[in-house]
């Protein structure tokens, strides 16, 4: 999958930017606060997943500006779709996503048609730091792979604020019935846990092999460490959810007193250990980071072999943080698949590859090479 064209109009400080992208590298320079990080934003708007930045779809909106509209070309199997992201400010935000002139009504249309990956500085922390970020990384990941994903996760937080809320709010709670929300809890918490375990089991096998290679023969394991599956060998689905309801009835005193649910799959974290050890106890930063590295690469072959289709690379400002072996190890990696790069020295990476360098000022870029 590549993409031939990008437009960005008033989106962020982009106010006017067409560019046509070399189908396997591409390096954005520019100095700081230029609008480098801004239009691989646009492009991670037609993954339909929310803003890598954390940021809300109004901010998008150039400042003084009345709408904001980004539309990219994407080649995939010699067949080009367009794709168009157009909000409008006022008193109820209109927004019209459309894939070939036709609207879409959900972003996670945009899930089979659009497939990208991201990595940033905050992802070389992925293995060492919280566990939100690593459960983040695999629904993200198996969202992208399996559509109706995300749509579980989000009724299992919505569902799990509201008990969280009726606990916490010391609701008359001996007299409440929590039969109705743990039924769904633990309905979607089995599901999830199998998609998550058979995700994980697909990771461990890449990262071994990847791990290896960037490590010069080090072994890394991968396994999930989840709240349900750690206590069975089962993958039935319907005794998986039984198992988790028992489970939910024990913790259902415990959670009363602290005031918040403690079981569930909102604490699943993953392992990682290499040659043997727990790499957040034992290993070095490199190791984490390379274990990072290896995670995200994964979820991009990953993604390739389920689709049949590689992902579009996005690495923002990740480069000049990685030494030269790494930096190689991600270009030979990703090789078939077009790359967009931020925040590097252009010359350090086409010692390495060609491919087409574009220079960003004040929101307005120039195509050099
Ligand atoms: N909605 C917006 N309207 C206008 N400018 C914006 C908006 N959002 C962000 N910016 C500007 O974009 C610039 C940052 O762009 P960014 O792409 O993050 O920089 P970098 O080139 O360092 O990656 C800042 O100058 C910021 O003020
Ligand atoms: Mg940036």
Redesign the pocket.
Known sequence: MQITRIKAENF??LESVEIFPDKRLNIIT?K????????LEAIWLFTGCRSFRGSKEK?????GCEFSNAEIDVNSQNRVNKFSYKVKKGAIKEKKVKINGVEITKNSQLFERFMCIIFTPEDLELSKGSPDKRRNFLDLGISQIKPKYIGAINRYSKILAQRNSMLKNHYDNSSYDFEIWDTQLCKLGAYISLMRLAYVKRLQIFCEELYKKISGGESLKISLNSCILNNTSSTDEKEIYELYYKKMQEHLEEDKRLGFTTFGIHRDDLITKINGLNSRDFGSQGQNRSIALCMKIAQALIFSKECGETPVVLLDDVFSELDSTRRKFILNIVEDMQIFI??CDANDILKYKSGKIFY?ENGSYKALK
């Open positions: 962020r400080n520019g700081n606060a230029q609008g480098k990080t801004n239009l901010d998008n909106i150039k400042l931020t925040g960003v």
